[in-house]
């Protein structure tokens, strides 16, 4: 355990961005191997927008790294935080409180109050509009909203004391579970239903991308489907029923374009423009 932590300690950036690339690489593969649905689109026109905002969101994070070193040096350095509190463990126990920690702070917490509060959420409905739902769309992320996760990441990093080699560890399991979840993919049910009592499945993050309430305000986990449970948010659909968007922004043409989604946050919509079910269920 001793090596796995030194290594996240100095884990080269090459690394990291093998580690995203990878990832799209793999599940991109897996997804026209194994495929939920046969969607009728252009793989590659659909990726653009959303590598655009990988980009954005790789270029955000890595401006702003500096508060995130200085913030993990300082409360190793003042032995602050959760799990430097707690009685001395297993280096392999304090690192994966740590991750299990940060993922209720940078990922659950950030995920539900974007659901909770207006203009959060207008920020987080970029993520929502889109109407294919695979691997490209997990970093899918408006520039302000991932300027919105990385300060919950930040406030996790105070509040639980973690140490740079923790923060790399999450962050590299962020990624993976978030092309893991959002891929195309069609894993065995019973398989999907046993890994979502631990983590979070593709099947149970997919229920959080059906088109209407309550699906929509549920499953907010990244890594660990523990916060789900505990908090009651967790809910199951039938997958061969998901239609994914958002009732609210139902044009696919606007939702598939850069300078749409860059406004979209900023767009006042209006009740009217609420499809139907049973016309959204037309367009399958």
Request: overall charge negative; cysteine-free; proline content about 5%.
């Amino acid at each position: 355990m001793e090596t796995i932590f030194n290594y996240f300690e100095t884990i080269p950036t090459l690394h990291r961005a093998l580690l995203l690339a990878g990832g799209i690489t793999l599940f991109w593969i897996m997804e026209g191997a194994l495929p939920l649905f046969k969607f009728s689109y252009k793989k590659w026109k659909h990726a653009w927008p959303n590598f655009f905002f990988t980009t954005t969101t790789i270029i955000i994070n890595f401006g702003l790294a500096f508060l995130l070193l200085f913030s993990a040096d300082w409360v190793e350095a003042n032995n602050f935080g959760i799990i430097n509190w707690l009685p001395e463990m297993p280096l392999w126990l304090y690192a994966g409180l740590g991750v299990l920690l940060l993922d209720f702070f940078g990922a659950y917490l950030a995920h539900y109050v974007e659901h909770k509060v207006k203009p959060l959420w207008m920020i987080h409905i970029v993520h929502h509009t889109d109407h294919y739902v695979d691997t490209t769309t997990g970093n899918r992320h408006h520039p302000l909203e991932s300027v919105i996760r990385f300060a919950f990441t930040l406030l996790g990093v105070f509040i639980v004391g973690t140490p740079i080699a923790v923060v790399f560890m999450y962050q590299s399991l962020s990624v993976v579970f978030t092309q893991l979840t959002h891929a195309n993919i069609k894993m065995p049910k019973k398989l999907d239903k046993l890994m979502s009592y631990f983590f979070v499945s593709p099947d149970m993050h997919k229920i959080h991308h059906h088109y209407v309430l309550p699906y929509t305000d549920s499953n907010y986990g990244n890594i660990f489907s523990i916060w789900d449970r505990i908090f009651g948010t967790y809910m199951e659909f039938d997958r061969e029923k998901l239609v994914y968007g958002v009732d609210v922004f139902p044009d696919e043409i606007k939702n598939g374009q850069i300078k749409e989604l860059l406004k979209q946050p900023f767009t006042n919509y209006e009740e009217s423009t609420v499809i139907p079910e049973k016309e959204i269920l037309k367009k399958i």
